[in-house]
T-cell receptor, first 114, second 111 residues
């Protein structure tokens, strides 16, 4: 498809397990973003990739969170030793660059930690 | 001070009225400003982008930017019940494409 694709759409895991969330951006989009949205809350910035530059990791809440992106393609967000407070929808978005306009969002990965 | 601030609402307006949504931001170097709409259980979708001081109109929507006062607003004319959603203000930081969102304002348009 032509949009941002995220998988899995839903993930239920037990506390202490590791999870990996995947984002496939729109082809040609150099920028890729991860946000976290807890129930009833706004979008919390996690990390931002721009081309081959070093990512801006300033929003990652702890060292249990990490993300990778290979070139301008797929990104994975990994959460190690999950905690109940990690339960949220994780949204990925991609863009050609803000001067060109908007971020395009995926449908999100809903993570539930029991 | 939060980087992007919005009143959480809810803002309730009658059908046909003008809804006014406001946002303030802290980084004087910000250059790109966006309004997104998010329906419950859905991902955000772009309503308006604005980059220069002044007004920008698109249909029933008008975005207003005042960099000196560090605020951006969204006016929705002839509000419809289908406009009921959460409206998110987003602002870039400094000279980067890092985009920070406000917590959103919930708008309710009643018939």
């Amino acid at each position: 498809g032509a949009g941002v694709s995220q998988s899995p759409s839903n993930k239920v895991t037990e506390k202490g397990k590791d999870v990996e969330l995947r984002c496939d951006p729109i082809s040609g989009h150099t920028a890729l973003y991860w946000y976290r949205q807890r129930l009833g809350q706004g979008l919390e910035f996690l990390i931002y990739f721009q081309g081959n530059s070093a990512p801006d990791k300033s929003g990652l809440p702890s060292d249990r969170f990490s993300a990778e992106r290979t070139g301008e393609s797929v990104s994975t967000l990994t959460i190690q030793r999950t905690q109940q407070e990690d339960s949220a929808v994780y949204l990925c978005a991609s863009s050609r660059g803000l001067s060109y306009g908007e971020l395009f969002f995926g449908e999100g990965s809903r993570l539930t930690v029991l | 001070q939060k980087e992007v601030e919005q009143n959480s609402g809810p803002l309730s307006v009658p059908e046909g009225a003008i809804a006014s949504l406001n946002c303030t931001y802290s980084d004087r170097g910000s250059q790109s400003f966006f309004w997104y709409r998010q329906y419950s259980g859905k991902s955000p979708e772009l309503i308006m982008s604005i980059y220069s001081n002044g007004d920008k109109e698109d249909g029933r929507f008008t975005a207003q930017l005042n960099k000196a006062s560090q605020y951006v607003s969204l006016l929705i004319r002839d509000s419809q019940p289908s406009d009921s959603a959460t409206y998110l203000c987003a602002v870039n930081t400094g000279n980067t494409d890092k985009l920070i969102f406000g917590t959103g304002t919930r708008l309710q348009v009643f018939p």
